[in-house]
């Protein structure tokens, strides 16, 4: 994990890359201001940076094509979400030689989606470790692959390389992205973000982390074009309240519940849920997927077949499954977050054998096994973190919102800030389509409790595996409660949340597993990395 320490030398090496990408009369004009952004008079103070690209018209795409071939190193802002940060790029590279890089696969895939649906075009979306061919090695170290003369020559021939949703990666991939940026400079690169969103998964606590982001990033990106027209919500009145909300959340400092009750549909409890979960804990949505599951098969055609259980998980033809990992079943690949569809599923004597998926977006069929099924889930809820980027629900051929009700979980659990519940309640074409269920927070003596077990079993796995270690240099309960915070209840290796309990507790992670679990050896990382990295 990275240390404040290391934060402050990645920022000030990432900073020096300004000049490098500059010219020497421009490179000193980027500094960093305050700037007051007024939006229907609500004013929000951000830094950002001196250089900023003002558009006469959001819905000009003309007038981006211009900006963006005069340009090099330009970043997207959105001051609401759902501005069109993603659309506006996607529209000037999808005729050119691109990457557009993002933070998760299940955004990629909606892009991709996206991009075929308005523009019968194929879009070129990857996450930051295809592109720079990092991966997870022995302990879920990182570790940079050999590229192919194949990989290699599709680099050297891209035009233009997009990151997605920038301020999501962790500060560390920050520097990767600088790193790619220097050894390929004759792409130009361009950025999407907001600050106001989801932080970054591993830099949460960083002390004042906007500015800390805003310095890196805006170190990367001179030149910034800041959207501030929301092209998501349907009605004029939801764009003015939207801008309300977001006085209240940031500048107001409103209690998070009074917000909720204020503007949103309070439901009483999880069985009352309407539309797609947006939850804070993988548990959260897991319990969701599981009630709403039930709730589907009592409705089902008789024409899509028998429900047939299997490894725990009951499937029917034309079910829908989301990954929840990254898994290579011979020659194909299962993509993380990505959905699939079960086509087929075939049986020998009443027993499972073999189940067939199809992916639509890359319209290929995909044959796993039964225990293959331990790595999806199903489609009817998911973490915001996964859903940033994704607005719920699309619009028929009368311009009405089809599916496109929100329930949003965990709000009240006490590792979810307010960024994050800004990003929850933002992914709807309707206010009145956001509903929210109040879960209390996880208790800090249930939490505690974890903590002191945890502590002991690593202790008693080590003694038996007669790996050495000074007590001094052990784990104890302030360091984990220390990393946990740190690392803002998320895993390492797949950035999920973290819970007490379940397949997604948190555990103590050896780096080196030859090595006792001693300060300088362990990490935070969920019970399924954990366990997969040993």
């Known amino acids: 994990m990275i240390r404040r320490s290391r934060k402050v030398k990645l920022w000030e090496s990432v900073g020096s890359f300004r000049a490098e990408l500059m010219d020497e009369e421009e490179a000193p004009k980027m500094r960093i201001t305050h700037e007051t952004v007024k939006l229907d008079g609500v004013q929000f103070k951000q830094k950002v940076e001196q250089k900023v690209v003002e558009m006469k018209d959001e819905y000009d795409a003309e007038e981006f094509a211009a900006l963006f071939t005069a340009q090099d190193?330009?970043?997207?802002?959105?001051?609401?979400?759902?501005?069109?940060?993603?659309?506006?790029?996607?529209?000037?590279?999808?005729?050119?030689?691109?990457?557009?890089?993002?933070?998760?696969?299940?955004?990629?895939?909606?892009?991709?989606?996206?991009?075929?649906?308005?523009?019968?075009?194929?879009?070129?979306?990857?996450?930051?470790y295809d592109l720079t061919g990092y991966a997870f090695g022995e302990g879920m170290v990182e570790k940079k692959k050999k590229?192919?003369?194949?990989?290699?020559?599709?680099?050297?021939?891209?035009?233009?390389?997009?990151?997605?949703?920038?301020?999501?990666?962790?500060?560390?991939?920050?520097?990767?992205?600088?790193?790619?940026?220097?050894?390929?400079?004759?792409?130009?690169?361009?950025?999407?973000?907001?600050?106001?969103?989801?932080?970054?998964?591993?830099?949460?606590?960083?002390?004042?982390?906007?500015?800390?982001?805003?310095?890196?990033?805006?170190?990367?990106?001179?030149t910034s074009i800041l959207l501030k027209v929301n092209k998501r919500l349907l009605r004029e009145e939801d764009k003015k309240t939207l801008l309300q909300i977001k006085e209240d959340i940031f500048v107001n400092n409103m209690f998070i519940p009074a917000i909720c009750r204020k503007y949103f549909k309070i439901l009483p409890t999880k069985d009352q849920h309407r539309g797609f979960g947006v939850s804070y804990l993988n548990d959260t949505a897991d319990e969701v997927n599981r009630a709403q599951h039930e709730k589907e098969i009592l409705s089902l055609d008789s024409d899509v077949g028998a429900v047939v259980e299997v490894e725990g998980m009951k499937l029917y033809r034309e079910c829908l499954l989301r990954s929840r990992d990254h898994l290579k079943v011979g020659s194909d690949t299962i993509r993380r977050n990505f959905t699939y569809e079960v086509r087929r599923i075939e049986q020998d004597e009443g027993k499972t054998t073999k189940i067939t998926l199809y992916e639509p977006l890359r319209k290929q069929y995909i044959d796993i096994k039964p225990v293959h099924l331990k790595k999806f889930t199903y489609t009817y809820a998911g973490t915001c973190h996964s859903t940033q980027?994704?607005?719920?629900?699309?619009?028929?051929?009368?311009?009405?919102?089809?599916?496109?009700?929100?329930?949003?979980?965990?709000?009240?659990?006490?590792?979810?800030?307010?960024?994050?519940?800004?990003?929850?309640?933002?992914?709807?074409?309707?206010?009145?389509?956001?509903?929210?269920?109040?879960?209390?927070?996880?208790?800090?003596?249930?939490?505690?409790?974890?903590?002191?077990?945890?502590?002991?079993g690593v202790k008693s796995s080590d003694t038996d595996k007669k790996r050495k270690f000074e007590e001094?240099?052990?784990?104890?309960?302030?360091?984990?409660?220390?990393?946990?915070?740190?690392?803002?209840?998320?895993?390492?290796?797949?950035?999920?949340?973290?819970?007490?309990?379940?397949?997604?507790?948190?555990?103590?992670?050896?780096?080196?597993?030859?090595?006792?679990?001693?300060?300088d050896n362990c990490n935070i990382a969920c019970f399924n990395c954990n366990r997969s990295a040993h």
């Open 389 to 456: 980027g994704v607005t719920v629900g699309s619009l028929n051929e009368e311009g009405e919102v089809v599916n496109g009700e929100v329930t949003v979980y965990d709000v009240g659990h006490y590792c979810t800030t307010r960024e994050w519940f800004w990003t929850a309640i933002s992914r709807v074409r309707r206010l009145d389509l956001v509903h929210i269920v109040f879960t209390p927070g996880t208790g800090r003596t249930e939490t505690k409790k974890r903590i002191k077990e945890k502590i002991v």
């Open 472 to 519: 001094v240099d052990f784990v104890d309960e302030e360091w984990t409660e220390r990393e946990l915070k740190r690392c803002n209840w998320t895993c390492f290796a797949c950035s999920d949340a973290l819970s007490v309990s379940g397949p997604y507790q948190f555990s103590i992670n050896r780096i080196n597993n030859e090595q006792a679990h001693t300060k």
């Open 147 to 222: 590229r192919s003369e194949e990989e290699l020559e599709e680099i050297m021939g891209l035009e233009v390389v997009v990151f997605d949703e920038i301020f999501c990666y962790r500060s560390a991939d920050l520097f990767k992205i600088k790193s790619f940026m220097l050894e390929y400079p004759h792409i130009k690169y361009y950025a999407t973000g907001d600050l106001d969103q989801n932080a970054p998964i591993d830099d949460a606590n960083t002390l004042d982390y906007k500015s800390y982001y805003s310095e890196i990033v805006g170190s990367l990106f001179p």
């Open 73 to 128: 190193r330009v970043i997207v802002k959105g001051a609401v979400p759902g501005a069109g940060k993603s659309y506006a790029i996607i529209k000037y590279v999808i005729e050119k030689k691109h990457a557009f890089v993002t933070p998760t696969n299940l955004l990629g895939a909606k892009a991709v989606e996206d991009a075929e649906t308005k523009y019968i075009s194929a879009l070129n979306a990857r996450t930051l």
